[in-house]
């Protein structure tokens, strides 16, 4: 059974950075896809970015050239580094992996097998 536990969010003001954290255990890390979404209060869950097993990887037009996605898979974490926050960022991300077969960065939810419990972020104006 594949773990994953998110960290690194917290209350910051608009302008400051944040890095988040996704260590997994329990299952081939560097075989899955991931992916960081987030849900907002009164929202739907949206997909944030999403990396594909080969490292091909997608943002969502909101956060591009703010956040970047990398992973380490000696360590099996995945890390979203978030620049320039800006208040519309406060949500809970949610970090997740596939890891049935298959090729792409996907944005579904339905597309993961697995979740993280969830980190809070919050920024401030």
């Known amino acids: 059974q594949v773990q994953l536990v998110e960290s690194g969010g917290g209350l910051v003001q608009a302008g400051d950075s944040l890095r988040l954290s996704c260590a997994a255990s329990g299952g081939t890390f560097s075989s899955y896809a991931m992916g960081w979404f987030r849900q907002a209060p009164g929202k739907e869950r949206e997909s944030v970015v999403r990396v594909s097993r080969g490292g091909t990887i997608y943002y969502v037009d909101s956060v591009k050239g703010r956040f970047t996605i990398s992973r380490d898979n000696a360590k099996n974490t995945v890390y979203l580094q978030m620049n320039s926050l800006k208040p519309e960022d406060t949500a809970v991300y949610y970090c997740?992996?596939?890891?049935?077969?298959?090729?792409?960065?996907?944005?579904?939810?339905?597309?993961?097998?697995?979740w993280g419990q969830g980190t809070q972020v919050t920024v401030s104006s």
């Open positions: 997740a992996a596939r890891a049935r077969l298959g090729y792409f960065a996907y944005r579904d939810e339905s597309d993961y097998d697995y």
